[in-house]
């Protein structure tokens, strides 16, 4: 039986000045670290309150915040794009397309119809690629889009969430080396979210019924929660192995891909906790209740510095 953890305390200590220091910086992209190693990151855009914040400190204090970010979205509308379907070929601005791409009824119709667009950003003749295909986003440049959306704009906001990079090992049918390709990258109060390298891999793993990864929990106890320093298990490893049913994934659509700049799709998978299952069934619900725990005191201790701000 696996030793209870301890939350009668935290040993999380977020440093006040540094997260003033973060929220007032020029970069609206970069993370704060939560932790002395950056295990854990945070994002203002991650969370409904600090979205707020940042749209009232830049209307009243900080102009040049938006300024910067709008000059920066202007000289989108300078990078040519040819937009081809059904033998006609339009010329539009990389702006245009990412502007086309963040509005839900312009993506639909990309991705549903029938018509295949496909887009160029080298010569109206091509070469070109399928705009479904995504070979062509880059979500650093997407996310200035849907920051100055946030900033301009009355949209639906983010509930808490808090990123990370901790490999896992997938326990079907993959190598070594394949399992060094997938992370738990992101969790919120409801579920976590792994990234997988490559469509041979995710393929892999949908072709199976059940889905069975495996986490070091020892990695846990660098994230600041007292309690996972005295871990311990009565197995040989300190780990959890997890298992999910795959139709989850794709009666939800819970399956999202990208590509990185050297063309490698990557897929992010949204697992829900309740759809989570294990041989040890006291281990899992100690997990989910630590990653809980985790976004409850960083919310909480947040939120204690933005109210001590406004008082």
């Known amino acids: 039986m696996s030793k209870k953890l301890d939350y009668s305390h935290s040993s999380l200590m977020i440093k006040e000045q540094e997260f003033w220091d973060y929220l007032f910086s020029d970069s609206l992209q970069s993370d704060f670290s939560i932790d002395p190693m950056g295990i854990l990151r945070f994002h203002w855009a991650s969370w409904d309150q600090t979205c707020k914040w940042q749209k009232e400190h830049i209307k009243t204090h900080y102009q040049d915040k938006l300024n910067n970010l709008e000059e920066k979205l202007e000289s989108f509308k300078n990078i040519p794009a040819w937009v081809s379907h ?33 887009v160029s950003f080298e010569t109206e003749a091509g070469p070109f690629v399928s705009i479904p295909s995504l070979k062509w986003f880059d979500k650093e440049i997407f996310a200035l889009f849907i920051f100055h959306r946030i900033l301009t704009e009355e949209i639906p906001l983010r509930r808490f969430r808090l990123f990370c990079e901790i490999p896992m090992e997938y326990c079907v049918g993959l190598s070594a080396t394949q ?133």
């Open 86 to 118: 059904t033998h006609q070929t339009v010329k539009i601005s990389l702006y245009d397309l990412y502007m086309g791409y963040s509005d839900k009824r312009m993506r639909d119709h990309f991705f549903n119809n029938k018509m295949q667009y496909l």
């Open 179 to 311: 399992n060094s390709l997938i992370h738990l990258v992101q969790f919120d109060e409801n579920g976590l979210l792994m990234r997988i390298y490559g469509r041979n891999m995710m393929s892999k793993i949908l072709e199976q019924d059940i889905g069975q990864f495996k986490i070091d929990l020892s990695l846990l106890s660098c994230l600041g929660v007292n309690g996972m320093q005295d871990y311990s298990l009565s197995q040989t490893s300190p780990s959890l192995t997890i298992s999910f049913q795959t139709e989850t994934l794709r009666q939800r659509n819970g399956i999202f891909q990208h590509f990185t700049q050297t063309q490698m799709s990557s897929y992010y998978c949204y697992l829900r906790f309740e759809d989570l299952f294990s041989e040890d069934i006291e281990l899992l619900h100690e997990f989910k209740q630590t990653l809980k725990k985790l976004i409850d005191e960083v919310q909480n201790n947040l939120k204690i510095q933005l109210d001590k701000k406004a008082a």
